[in-house]
Structure formats: C-alpha cells, structure tokens
C-alpha cells in the first residue's frame, strides 16, 4: 500500500528517473505542471507529475501525452464515472496488481494507459496496537523512486476532462513484511521501465514483482505527518523510538527477575548462619531431659535381690525406683517404655505373694506336728 509520498521533483528529473536521457530531458513535454505544489506530504486527492506511456492510437484525446510529463491528480475516477457524481479519489489511489486484469476500471487502462510517477520516497505505518507509527522509505543514494501506474481521463458536468492515476501495488517483499503486507510496485531499471511503457502485450505478474533490492532502506519518522496539512522538511527527519509500553513490562519482570536470583544467591549464607545455631546453641522452648535409665536392667536386678533375700517379699517400691519413674514420666517417655516399666512392677508384686504362700504354709505344718 502507497497512501503517502515526498515528491519536490521537477518535470527533468521525474524525466530523467523515468528513464529519459539528458537530451530529450531538456526538450521533454510537460503538461499542466502548474498545478503541482512540492511537499513532502503528498496524499491522494494532490497534482503529481507523471510520465505517461507512448501512444500508438491516432485521434485520442490522450495522444497528446505520448512521452510527456503531465500533472496528473492521484486516485483514479473512471472514465465510465457519471458526471454528475463527486470524484473520490481515496478509493483508487492504489490498485492490486495481482487482480487488476480483473477489474473494469483497471483492466481497459493496461494496453495503452501506462505511466510512471516518480517521488523521493513514500512513507508506511506500523501497526502497534492501537497506536500507528509512520516510517519513511527511500533509497539509500537518495536517487527517485519510479512506481508503476495507470492513468485514466473523466470528463466532468461542466466539460472540463480530469487526468487521474492510481499506483499499483504487489506484495511486499521480505526485507519490508514486517512493516506491512503490501508495497508499491517499484521499477529498479531502464529494461523493466522500458518493458511497462510500450505497446506490446506483457505477462503482469512477470514485470510487477516486489522490490528485493538492498539499497531500499528506511526510518522511523514523526506521528505528526499523519495529517495532510503537515507537509514539511519535518516529514522526513528521523526520530528516536521511545520503548514500548511492552518492553516496560519486560524490563520491570527482569528486575524482579534479578531480584530474586541475588535473593538465592544470599541464601547460603542464610542458612550457614541457622546451622551454626542449631550446632551451639538449644533453643529455650526445648525441655532438657535427664539422663535415660535402662528400665530393664533395673527391673531385673529387682528381681535377683527379692528371689535371694527372704526379706524381700516385704520390701516395697522404693522411692528410688518411684522418683525415677517420676523422671520418666517428666520426660513423657513414648508407650514401649511405659508398658515396660509396669510389667517390672508386676512381676516383682507376683513374686512376693507366692514367696509368701510358701512361708506361711510351712509354719501351718510344723505347728500341727
């Protein structure tokens, strides 16, 4: 797509870019070019100087533009338009070249209504969003750039014939799709300009190809160009981008980011710190417990001195063994060591009935002999 343009050329120079050499440059035809107004801001509906293709048809009203500069108005009216209709020129201000032979205003122009319009450069919008930012595209020797276009003639209610053209355009090439999906369709030689301003039949899609060349090159230029009156020298100054809204985001992840990759890094030290705690010091919530006792030799020790000793059936718990079990019981030992402990006790208490028996038995028996 082509909306836009800087085009400050005079009729020898669109001459010359159009392929003319310097002697028929100086004696080259030029038509209505009073109406052409030089701006770095060119949109549809504005007088360009065009290079119209030569002409064989005899008693046409446009053989007079046979290798003639001529002040053309961009976005075409068809010939077939009613008189009595407003010409609007932003509805064909460019035409796809892929289906131009399918189309009635544009089919008819291909045999004979050729032209070339040459500008400086042209500008295209980058989608962000809602946002649009303009780019301004040119070659790199600073040389016109020559687009391919067709013209036609609508004679309006009061008799007075307009000339008008559209830009054709094909897709974009690879070094520019990023910025958008089409292109104007740009001559980058004196064969391809020669080829599109003769007579002779040619394949469209072998001739309007994209423009594939290094030396196309382009920058970022001021939102401010986007309005039609805004159409001087500071159309083309290059600006600085300022980040996207985006790239704030991603910039304000990565900090976080950071963040926590020094975070991580600290922590060893973190934890170097809570071992030597743990190693020195006991915390106060901790109850310090005694020393364990080996309930079991105890217990059988206890059982040794009461089957020896024949007053051992009357000896009770000590208050040894019952402090020791209130230690235990402090402690909170787990159950093992609970039901452990009570078997003791109930083994000895066994022990002493049955010792017992034994002895009041005997005396029974003496007492009777």
Known sequence: MCGRARCTLNAAQVARACGLQDDDVDSVRTVEMDRFHPSYNVSPGSYLPVFAARRDVQGSQVGDLCGAVHCMKWGLIPS?????????????????????????????????????????????????????????????????LVFAALYDLWKESEGEILYTFTILTTRSSTALEWLHDRMPVIFGSKDTIDTWLSNFPLKLEAVLTPYADFDLVWYPVTPAMGKPSFEGPECIKEIQLKPSFQNQISKLFSKKRDDNINKCKAEPEFMKSADVFSENENPKSLKEEPAMVDTKELADEKRHKSDDSPSAEKRTVGPELRGIKRDLEEVEPDFEVKTELSDCYSTSVKKKLRSGDKQSSLLLYFRRK
């Not at 295209?124 to 303009?134: L, R």
């Open 80 to 144: 077939f338009t009613k008189k009595t209709d407003k010409p609007d020129h932003y509805r064909m201000f460019n035409a796809r070249s892929e289906s131009a032979k399918e189309k009635a205003s544009f089919r008819r122009l291909i045999p004979h209504n050729r032209c070339l319009v040459a500008v400086e450069g042209y500008y295209e919008w980058k989608k962000d969003g809602s946002k649009k930012q303009p780019y301004y595209i040119h070659f790199k020797d600073g040389r016109p």
